[in-house]
């Protein structure tokens, strides 16, 4: 086990760097910290499902300013975007709740209503539900980019936990605009690259990938880093996608 740590110390040192968030290496976070707040970042982390050069040519298309101006701006705008399961209606909606939320006090404000009451996951779930009394429209769609409140058998919820972890931890790759909470109580972004190598390191013995399997990970790795157990996440990113890992 100090082996594997030691790896992903070192993976940790060489991933903390500008150069991981470029053209060649593309990822939402760059067009996320590009703006840099918190109602930005959460179209990017919400938008980040699919193929990452398809995500990152929608990101960087949007002028994430637009929610700054009044609805019918917002509709003329975006009349023409869509992105896989999301259509121009289903994007149209989505920055006029996200403008609602801004001018409710932002996302910070509401995830701490319900991380004050419960802790991360009622966070997340106040969140959710607010975005979801900010406007009535509902579609498969907007739906699928906002997501269900947590329950104990939900999937990882791992575009949420990234965005937690961009807001929360602060280096050269996540953006630390929140106080709210500890980077301790961040729980793993796990997809399935993360989660074939943690697997594969002995992290994680769970066959599924949901957020029990991320709570799992999480613990185990609070056995390296009990105080930043998610600094290792972008390292087995990385490695899962790069193909890296090797034994």
Known sequence: MNTIKERLEA??????????????????????????????????????????????????????????????????????????????????????????????????????????KGGVIEGINSLIETLYELNPYRSSGYTFLIGKPITKNSSAMKRWMMYLRWMVRYDHLDMGLWKVMSPRELIMPLDTHTFNVSKRLGLLHRKQCDLKAAVELTNALKKFDPDDPIKYDFALYRLGQEKRLEG
């Open 11 to 116: 993976e940790v040192v060489l991933r903390n760097c500008a150069d991981e968030l470029c053209e060649d290496k593309p990822d939402p976070l760059m067009v996320a910290r590009y703006w840099g707040d918190e109602c930005s970042a959460l179209t990017c982390a919400l938008f980040a499902y699919g193929n990452v050069k398809a995500i990152i040519s929608l990101l960087q298309s949007l002028d994430m300013r637009i929610i700054d101006h009044n609805e019918s701006t917002i509709q003329e705008v975006l009349h023409n975007k869509y992105y896989r399961f999301q259509n121009s209606e289903d994007i149209i909606q989505w920055f006029i709740t996200l403008k609602r939320l801004k001018e409710l006090g932002g996302v910070e404000k509401h995830f701490a209503h319900g991380y004050q």
